[in-house]
């Protein structure tokens, strides 16, 4: 079964700082990997997503993030951070041959300092 | 290009009230479509998801439901709140090819008093 693991719940940078938001996935098959940003009382918004094509996706808001298949990890990264960029952010992985298709991780709450 | 629409954006419900709330998308045919629950500091609940119309497939046992009555539409219900339905419910859909992600509403946060 597919899954991911979002490392650390809540991550702080000061504005203008690199962000890195970390996700590790498992996947007994090629993973379709996504990631989402959150705003407060709003839905998802998709970031970016890997399909196996090129390993480092760009984004949308100056996002991207790089599949490392010897890692099993695919972290979320921007070179510096905005303040409007603080949210919550997802990791997710496609659930092979199920409808379902996403597992999501459990979010990392990305705060921006001034 | 699609749109998905949820509402109402809020409601409040007195404990044992029943429940109805409606997600529709616009623009796209034969959408898979997603009901989730996300608790106060928590990670997306999977409810339900649906492959077509009456085709409902229930991921965690509760006192929801959900229906579609049409292509397009996506109704979660329930007969008798409870205070642990409380919460953000968020709809999604999918066009059915494998890699592609979900998309969202801008979901209903429910508070049961």
């Known amino acids: 079964a597919q899954s991911v693991t979002q490392l650390g719940s809540h991550v702080s940078v000061s504005e203008g700082a690199l962000v890195l938001l970390r996700c590790n996935y498992s996947?007994?098959?090629?993973?379709?990997l996504f990631w989402y940003v959150q705003y407060p009382n709003q839905g998802l918004q998709l970031l970016l997503k890997y399909t196996s094509a090129a390993t480092l996706v760009k984004g949308i808001n100056g996002f991207e993030a790089e599949f490392k298949k010897s890692e099993t990890s695919f972290h979320l990264t921007k070179p510096s951070a905005h303040m409007s960029d603080a949210a919550e952010y997802f990791c997710?992985?496609?659930?092979?041959?199920?409808?379902?298709?996403?597992?999501f991780g459990s979010g990392t709450q990305l705060t921006v300092l001034p | 290009s699609q749109t998905i629409h949820q509402w109402p954006a809020t409601l409040v419900q007195p404990v044992g009230s029943p429940l109805s709330l409606e997600c529709t998308v616009e623009g796209t045919s034969n959408p898979n479509l997603y009901w989730y629950r996300q608790a106060a500091g928590r990670g997306l609940q999977l409810l339900f998801y649906?492959?077509?119309?009456?085709?409902i497939s229930s991921e965690v046992p509760q006192n929801l439901s959900a229906s579609r009555p049409q292509d397009r539409q996506f109704i979660l219900s329930s007969k008798k709140l409870l205070l642990s339905d409380s919460g953000f419910y968020l709809c999604?859909?999918?066009?059915?090819?494998?890699?592609?992600?979900?998309?969202f509403g801008d979901g209903t946060r429910l508070s049961i008093l």
């Open positions: 999604a859909w999918s066009v059915r090819t494998e890699y592609q992600p979900q998309h």
């Open positions: 649906s492959v077509g119309i009456g085709q």
């Open positions: 996947s007994s098959v090629p993973p379709y």
């Open positions: 997710a992985v496609r659930v092979s041959g199920s409808a379902r298709q996403l597992t």
